[in-house]
T-cell receptor, first 114, second 115 residues
Framework: GNSVTQMEGPVTLSEEAFLTINCTYT??????LFWYVQYPGEGLQLLLK?????DKGSNKGFEATYRKETTSFHLEKGSVQVSDSAVYFC?????????????FGKGTKLSVIP | NAGVMQNPRHLVRRRGQEARLRCSPM?????VYWYRQLPEEGLKFMVY????????ESGMPKERFSAEFPKEGPSILRIQQVVRGDSAAYFC?????????????FGPGTRLTVL
């Protein structure tokens, strides 16, 4: 079956530090990959996505590249801000066998301190 | 353009009571998904519905849980005889559907607490 593994948190960084959150996956077929962000008390918002190998998704300074050879989709940002403090979820979608569900990792809590 | 709406946002029930969670999809969306988020965990798929049809319920517990998406009105996730282990955040998402992936937009969630 499909699965997503992302680095354990919590992660605490100082403002303007470089961020990497690792994500690897197992899936049948050719999945689409996503990063979602969840701010406290809110639902999930799509941050970025990539639908095929070597695609790079980017948004709000965040980037992630779909690496088929390493089955990875690591999230990076060059300079984090306090407002980036949230929980980040890596997810995949694979439409094999008629399933339309997203499969999520456990989430990585990021805290950015001034 | 209103997003996905869920109510109530917070729900407290005693063991043995029933919980009803409602989800109104985004305008124009006819596909609804329910996910459950246990504390310190990621979201787990429960069920996928289209109007008047359950398409995939592979993530639903076999007992006490049911879901519907009637022709008129919101989608309902119903939990009968709740137990403490049902305490979680329940998220609804909607999409425009189709044979290929369409982005799922998430609601703010309902946080269920079972006393």
């Amino acid at each position: 079956g499909n699965s997503v593994t992302q680095m354990e948190g919590p992660v605490t960084l100082s403002e303007e530090a470089f961020l990497t959150i690792n994500c690897t996956y197992t899936a049948t077929g050719y999945p689409s990959l996503f990063w979602y962000v969840q701010y406290p008390g809110e639902g999930l918002q799509l941050l970025l996505k990539a639908t095929k190998a070597d695609d790079k998704g980017s948004n709000k300074g965040f980037e992630a590249t779909y690496r088929k050879e390493t089955t990875s989709f690591h999230l990076e940002k060059g300079s984090v801000q306090v407002s980036d403090s949230a929980v980040y979820f890596c997810a995949l979608y694979s439409s094999g066998a008629g399933s339309y569900q997203l499969t999520f990792g456990k989430g990585t809590k990021l805290s950015v301190i001034p | 353009n209103a997003g996905v709406m869920q109510n109530p946002r917070h729900l407290v029930r005693r063991r043995g009571q029933e919980a009803r969670l409602r989800c109104s999809p985004m305008k124009g969306h006819s596909h609804v998904y329910w996910y459950r988020q246990l504390p310190e965990e990621g979201l787990k798929f429960m069920v996928y519905l289209q109007k008047e049809n359950i398409i995939d319920e592979s993530g639903m517990p076999k007992e006490r849980f049911s879901a519907e998406f009637p022709k008129e009105g919101p989608s309902i996730l119903r939990i009968q005889q709740v137990v403490r282990g049902d305490s979680a955040a329940y998220f609804c998402a909607s999409s425009g559907g189709g044979s290929s992936y369409n982005e799922q937009f998430f609601g703010p969630g309902t946080r269920l607490t079972v006393l």
